[in-house]
Nanobody, 116 residues
Framework: QVQLVESGGGLVQPGGSLRLSCAAS????????MGWYRQAPGKQRELVAV???????NYAGSVKGRFTISRDNAKNTLYLQMNSLKPEDTAVYYC??????????WGQGTRVTVSS
């Protein structure tokens, strides 16, 4: 199994920044893709950004240019740097892992609130 723990969420004003972290433990080898998803109140969970083990990234159009996804394979940790935050970024952010042998895993989520 793979365990994922997100951290770094909180309350920020519009235009502010946050950095989310996702620490993976357990059977962390053979992890192919790591990504961030988010779910706002009354909305479906949506992809925010994804990164492969080779460092290839992809972003949702709504966050491109503002968010940066990265991973530290030595630390088994995923990051999401969030800049120029908008109220519509308010959501619970979930870490996702695609393991080549064990399947898909999710974290419990960390809440981000962007408000004045």
């Amino acid at each position: 199994q793979v365990q994922l723990v997100e951290s770094g969420g909180g309350l920020v004003q519009p235009g502010g920044s946050l950095r989310l972290s996702c620490a993976a433990s357990g059977n962390t080898f053979s992890i192919y893709t790591m990504g961030w998803y988010r779910q706002a109140p009354g909305k479906q969970r949506e992809l925010v950004a994804v990164i492969t083990s080779d460092g290839i990234t992809n972003y949702a159009g709504s966050v491109k240019g503002r968010f940066t996804i990265s991973r530290d394979n030595a630390k088994n940790t995923l990051y999401l740097q969030m800049n120029s935050l908008k109220p519509e970024d308010t959501a619970v952010y979930y870490c996702n892992v695609d393991h080549r042998r064990l399947g898909v895993f999710w974290g419990q989520g960390t809440r981000v609130t962007v408000s004045s």
